[in-house]
């Protein structure tokens, strides 16, 4: 499929609107055109909408979604069906006007609500992240100069921006000769960002955030660049180098974050080979202390259990609307085929477990960030529970709560602008808040 259409903005841009538009004048000129039956007609969609409504309601506990619906994707999703019934109604009576019209409204119609719900969820902003597939152009990495890296802690201090650099980062696939090896885990493509200060002659040696997204979902690194780059623009061009790296290997798969024989070695993936490719291919700062395991939902679960297991690699955690624990939403099916039925294993996996196990002082100096939607009563509790295990382990721990946002793309926006702030004196790039 052209780049070009997988790319193309689909929440940020005025496509909605235009389908809006055209499905409800295709509405109204079906309703017109039928002078002897428009009631009729229109009681035909708005009882097809609302038993959409209905149904979607009636399903959301049993799980059926993947986790909690936003009221507006229901609503969405109803409007979308009401008017599509009406188009069809169209399309099925004479005269060919009519039904040409009629066929206009079913597509505008369907499109709309098919937007609708994608934008109230806020997450995927393209068609490839729906897809789950890569669609941006490969990445060329800046040469690797002889960077200082002492002191990164002072990077804020030392640090003046040259005349010419970029106002914004860069996105771009890590893919071709460009790719992470990703050992036995079917990974699908990375991305990369490079902050305006990465874009310059001998660059400064920056922080590493490793960050990833939800399931479904893919490595799209959309909601990270915009938030990362308005921390940039606040601070001389300066922000992590991020790479959004792939945990599930296609949309529909949950390989909870565990090497396993059914999904393979994801944790290796993430925890060894990504690091091990970024510190000889980026000009990040070696020391570890400076990089950062991030996520988002299912992203974030990961990104708990691996910050809480490998604190010599992952100095800090970014959870934002993250799992309590990995397989959470499907414990007995994780039990069985990841654990191979050991209960305990999967107990003894649960990032709280590995925190509460860890000696004393394992997190001293590491900081863990947990931000949820301030309505998203599935996984808040979660979040919550997991802060408190990281304070009790050690960590210095922050919290924030998006006010009015459930489990949506304005929590993940919300967190990851908290996050990113918080983290940025953390890691040497903003003055501490006064």
């Not at 609503?75 to 599509?84: K, P, Q």
């Not at 997450?123 to 729906?130: D, F, K, S, W």
């Not at 002072?154 to 003046?160: A, E, G, V």
């Not at 259990?305 to 970014?318: E, K, M, N, R, S």
């Amino acid at each position: 499929m052209n780049r070009f259409v997988l790319s193309f903005e689909l929440i940020d841009s005025p496509l909605l609107g235009v389908c809006v538009v055209v499905a409800v004048l295709g509405v109204v000129a079906v309703l017109v055109w039928a002078p002897r039956r428009p009631v009729r007609t229109l009681v035909v969609g708005v009882a097809a909408g609302v038993s959409l409504y209905v149904v979607a309601v009636v399903l959301e506990p049993l799980g059926v979604f993947e986790g909690p619906l936003p009221w507006g994707a229901a609503l969405w999703g109803a409007g979308g069906v009401a008017a599509a019934t009406v188009g069809a109604v169209g399309v099925c009576r004479p005269p060919w006007g009519r039904r040409l019209i009629g066929a206009a409204t079913v597509v505008a119609a369907l499109l709309a609500g098919a937007l609708g719900v994608n934008a109230s969820y806020g997450v995927t902003h393209t068609l490839a992240a729906i897809l789950g597939v890569q669609a941006l152009d490969p990445a060329t990495l800046p040469p690797q100069d002889d960077v200082a890296d002492s002191d990164p802690a002072l990077l804020y201090q030392r640090w003046q921006p040259p005349a010419g650099m970029p106002s914004r980062g860069t996105v771009s696939a890590l893919t071709g000769d460009t790719r992470i090896p990703t050992g036995s885990f079917a990974a699908r493509d990375a991305s990369l960002y490079l902050p305006p200060a990465a874009l310059v002659p001998n660059p400064p040696a920056l922080p590493l955030l490793v960050f990833m997204m939800g399931q479904p979902g893919s490595p799209d690194p959309t909601a990270l660049a915009k938030s990362l780059d308005a921390f940039a623009a606040a601070n001389h061009g300066l922000a992590p180098i991020a790479i959004v790296v792939d945990q599930l290997s296609a949309p529909e798969k949950d390989p909870v974050c565990v090497d396993s024989a059914l999904y393979g070695a994801v944790s290796t993936y993430v925890t060894q080979l990504v690091p091990q490719w970024a510190a000889h291919h980026l000009n990040v700062t070696q020391d570890h202390r400076f990089w950062t395991i991030g996520g988002f939902s299912n992203g974030g679960a990961c990104a708990a259990l691996y910050g809480a297991q490998h604190p010599t690699v992952w100095g800090q955690i970014l959870d934002v609307s993250g799992n309590e624990f990995p397989g959470s939403e499907h414990v007995d099916e994780t039990v069985k085929d990841v654990y191979g039925g050991d209960a305990t294993a999967f107990a003894a996996a649960k990032p709280a477990s590995v925190m509460a196990a860890a000696p004393p002082g394992t997190y001293a100096g590491h900081t863990a960030i947990f931000t949820w939607g301030g309505e998203d009563t599935t996984y808040g509790p979660g979040q919550q529970s997991n802060a408190t295990a990281a304070q009790a382990a050690g960590f210095t721990t922050l919290t924030h709560v998006v006010d009015g946002t459930g489990h949506t793309g304005e929590a993940l926006d919300g967190g990851l602008t908290f996050g990113i702030a918080a983290l940025g004196p953390v890691l040497g790039l903003a003055p501490p808040a006064s």
